[in-house]
């Protein structure tokens, strides 16, 4: 029996507009009805999420901005920030590549480390609050997650930044030209475990949707697991199941 189901958003669970469809509120309420518990995992921080899903919040739980932010019946449970040091050493490697560019990301605001006409705005990577810097924060400011853009060549840039930093992050491709750099230890999955923990619910009682490489320690972990069918061919070739896109509204 299924008992507890984890959603990507972008590409997955938000249509072809980064929208909620029509009914998935409704549904969500009567998953839990049905004591089924629903999760929205994802790469976007925790005040967009409870901003998509305020008419429902009480009704479901989070791990947002790639697990490291986890709210399990509306309480913050764990929040891992990024090391000052690690962050510094990330920004310094982007910079030895002119096609890669480093936006940080705090509880509400973008920290761009290069002009903003150079960052195209996709999906999850809608750099709220921007604000154009010259050096990393200090750190006082917690960041809670990173992200890369770049020019060309997503997988090539993805393969270097982990031969570089790879002792301190995991880079997963996200979108078309965006790279997800994800703290060591810390992914949508730990994320998952916690929630899980909470409600009493095995890796067999999961079943998890995804499209992106940031899904596939969960999708991995999951019982049961849905790969879009928009979702990236390493993702399809480990899910249990493929099913329609989510412009045809495949989760719901």
Request: net charge negative.
């Amino acid at each position: 029996m299924i008992k507890l189901i984890a959603s990507d958003m972008d590409g997955t669970f938000l249509d072809e507009n980064q929208c909620v469809p029509e009914g998935a509120y409704d549904l969500i309420r009567r998953l839990r009805e049905a004591g089924i518990a629903f999760v929205a995992s994802s790469g976007r921080r925790y005040d967009t999420l409870h901003e998509l899903f305020e008419p429902v919040v009480e009704h479901m739980d989070f791990v947002a901005s790639n697990g490291a932010q986890v709210v399990v019946g509306g309480k913050l449970v764990d929040c891992e920030v990024f090391s000052h040091a690690a962050v510094r050493r990330l920004a310094r490697t982007a910079d030895l590549f002119d096609t890669l560019h480093l936006a940080l990301f705090d509880r509400s605001r973008s920290y761009l480390l290069d002009d903003e006409e150079r960052f195209e705005r996709e999906m999850d990577k809608n750099l709220p609050n921007p604000e154009r810097v010259f050096e990393v924060p200090t750190p006082e400011v917690n960041i809670l997650k990173a992200s890369v853009y770049c020019d060309e060549g997503v997988m090539d840039m993805a393969y270097a930044l982990t031969r570089e930093l790879g002792d301190d992050f995991v880079f997963a491709p996200s979108g078309r030209q965006w790279i997800d750099v994800m703290q060591r230890g810390v992914s949508k999955a730990t994320g998952i475990e916690q929630i899980m923990e909470a409600h009493g619910v095995q890796a067999s009682e999961l079943m998890a949707f995804g499209d992106s490489m940031n899904d596939y320690e969960i999708l991995r972990m999951a019982g049961v697991s849905c790969a879009m069918g928009n979702a990236r061919s390493a993702i399809k070739q480990i899910a249990t199941k493929i099913i329609a896109t989510n412009a045809e509204h495949g989760v719901q």
